[in-house]
C-alpha cells in the first residue's frame, strides 16, 4: 500500500481538490500510520513573561511519514479531526505525552505539558476514562497535565452540545486555546474554568500591523484585564520578536509562547531556558 499513501500524500499536498476518493484514501493512508505508529511530538516551551523560565511545553503532533519525512500537522489534522480516527490518534497522543511528562518531572517536578483535543474527543462518553486511565498508568498528578481546548470544542456549534460541565469534571486544568479567532466571547471566560486563555496569534501579530490595517494592541490589553479579572492567566501566542514580549510583559501577559523564545522541537533538541528576558527602552 506504500505506493497508494503516498499518491494520496501528495495530492492532499498538492491541495489540488478534497473529493470524497482522495479523502478517502488519505484517510486510509493515515489509518496504516497509526497502526505503524508514525507519528510523533514535538514541544514548544510556554514561558513566563517576567522571568524567562519554562512552566510548560505544548504537544504538538507531527506525522514521521517515510517518504515525505516530517508532515506538520495543518496538512492532516483538519481530516482526521472531521473523521472518527482523530479519537485513537488522540489517545496515542495524550498516552505518549504523559509518558514524556513523566520522566521529565522526575528533573523538573513542576514541569506541565499542555495537549490540543479535538471536539470529537471531547464528545466521546469515553473520554474522562481514558484520561483517567493516562494519568493512573504514569502516576501523573492531574494538574501536571493541561488540555487545550477551542471554544467551539466546548459550547459547540449551532445545535451543537455543550460539554462544559463534562470538560470542568475531568479536574485536569484546561487552557481556551486559539483566542481571538471564530466567534470569541470573553463572557463564556466566566462558564468554563479555565486556568489560561490562549490569544491566538494573529492577534498578536497584528500588534504591529501597518496601516491601514488596525493595531490590535487595544484588543490585546483588554482580553488581558478582562482575563485577569476572571482569575484567568494570559498566554500570548505566535511570539516571533523581542518587541512583542516586552509590550506583553508592560501589559500583565503571564506567559509567552512562539518562535522567538523556540519551535516546536523533538524532546532531544528542546532547550530548557530561562531565557534572557528583553529589557525596557
Ligand atoms: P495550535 O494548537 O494553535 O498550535 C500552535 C501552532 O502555532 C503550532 O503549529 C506551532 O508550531 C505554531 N507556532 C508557534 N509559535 C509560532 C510563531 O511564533 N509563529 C508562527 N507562525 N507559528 C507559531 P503546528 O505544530 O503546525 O500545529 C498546528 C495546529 O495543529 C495546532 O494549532 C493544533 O490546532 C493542531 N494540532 C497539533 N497537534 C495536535 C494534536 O495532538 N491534536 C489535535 N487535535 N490537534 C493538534
Ligand atoms: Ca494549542
Ligand atoms: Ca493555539
Ligand atoms: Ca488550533
Keep these: 500500500h506504500a505506493k497508494q499513501d503516498r ?6 499536498h498538492a491541495n489540488l481538490s478534497d473529493s470524497a476518493l482522495e479523502r478517502m484514501e488519505l484517510e486510509q493512508a493515515l489509518r496504516v500510520a497509526l497502526d505503524r505508529e508514525e507519528f510523533c511530538l514535538h514541544y514548544q516551551p510556554i514561558v513566563d513573561t517576567a522571568t524567562g523560565e519554562v512552566r510548560a511545553l505544548e504537544a504538538l503532533v507531527r506525522w514521521q511519514h517515510p517518504e515525505l519525512g516530517l508532515v506538520p500537522p495543518g ?26 511528562l513523566a520522566t521529565w518531572r522526575q528533573a523538573r517536578p513542576a514541569l506541565r505539558v499542555s495537549v490540543n483535543v479535538a471536539p470529537r474527543q471531547l464528545a466521546q462518553p469515553e473520554f474522562a476514562g481514558v484520561v483517567r486511565a493516562v494519568l493512573d498508568e504514569f502516576q501523573l498528578d492531574p494538574q501536571a497535565l493541561m488540555l487545550e481546548v477551542t471554544e467551539g470544542a466546548v459550547f459547540g456549534g449551532p445545535g451543537g452540545d455543550d460539554h462544559t460541565a ?27 474554568p ?78 530548557w531556558g530561562p531565557w534572557p528576558v528583553p529589557s525596557g527602552q
Design 7 to 12: 499518491h494520496a500524500v501528495r495530492r492532499f
Design 75 to 100: 496538512r492532516f489534522i483538519p481530516l482526521v479531526e472531521s473523521t472518527d480516527l482523530i479519537v485513537p490518534l488522540g489517545e496515542w497522543v495524550l498516552r505518549e505525552a504523559a509518558r514524556q
Design 166 to 192: 463534562r470538560v470542568a469534571s475531568l479536574g485536569l486544568p484546561l487552557a481556551l486555546d486559539d483566542f481571538g479567532t471564530g466567534y470569541s466571547s470573553i463572557s463564556r471566560l466566566h462558564r468554563l
Design 194 to 271: 479555565a486556568q489560561w486563555l490562549k490569544i491566538d496569534r494573529s492577534l498578536i501579530q497584528d500588534q504591529d500591523a501597518p496601516p491601514p490595517a488596525r493595531s490590535s494592541r487595544p484588543i490585546v490589553r483588554a482580553l488581558i484585564t478582562f482575563a485577569h479579572e476572571a482569575g484567568v492567566q494570559v498566554v500570548a501566542e505566535g511570539v516571533e520578536r523581542p518587541e512583542q514580549w516586552r509590550d506583553l510583559r508592560e501589559w500583565g501577559c503571564d506567559l509567552i509562547q512562539g518562535y522567538y523564545v523556540s519551535r516546536p522541537c523533538a524532546p532531544a533538541d528542546l532547550t
